[in-house]
């Protein structure tokens, strides 16, 4: 299905294997639903890619808007964490966190693979609505692709203290592209082509940067309020 929402957070990050299930058991049933509470977060999707040593996960927020990221309720649940989300956190590894504004988003239903691809640029704009239409149309043939997202990366966005990875210093544009597919071979299979899509995209973008990984989990934010104080145990 295409984003809700005009933005997404693309968030990556490594995680202490000793810590692994307890980590993925309070992503689900206390991390991401404390988010779904805030003002303008929509649904939540975390990947996972256990081969990839230093970012096994990956976690897509869909926006209302870019404006979620920065509201004073969404800063107040940063600076107010739980005393489980206080255990968790010395046990994260490497971290690359992305608010984006959507320029694209066009899917068949959800697919349980993604592979995501980020493209840095010193002076590229995002690409325009045809190009991406290109794209899409070229990836669209393929048999196993399910949809294509892409977004800007506000690269001057205010940072969030403890938290907000700072684009690259020799990057003042970057994109990040997610390609879905029904399995993670299709992935596989299709990567020379999807490799050329991307390259096609007007614009001075450096090499990319692709992993790829397998759908966990999927919660939106339409549980209704008594899921959610069940899931926090409140």
Known sequence: MALAGTAFLALFNGFDPAHDDEYNVWHSVEHVPERLTMPGITRARRYVNREDADLPYFTLYELASIDAMYSDAYLRLLSHRSDWTNRMRPFFGKFFRAPCRTVFTRADGVGAAVQTIVLRSTSARPPGRQSWEALALA??????LTGVHAGACDTAAPAVPGLQAP??????????VMVEAQEEKWLVRHREAIDAAVRALEGDWGEPECRTYRLMHLIDAGRTAEETARLLGR
């Open 139 to 144: 990836l669209g043939r393929l048999p196993g």
């Open 167 to 176: 684009a690259r210093a020799d990057a003042e544009s970057m994109l990040v």
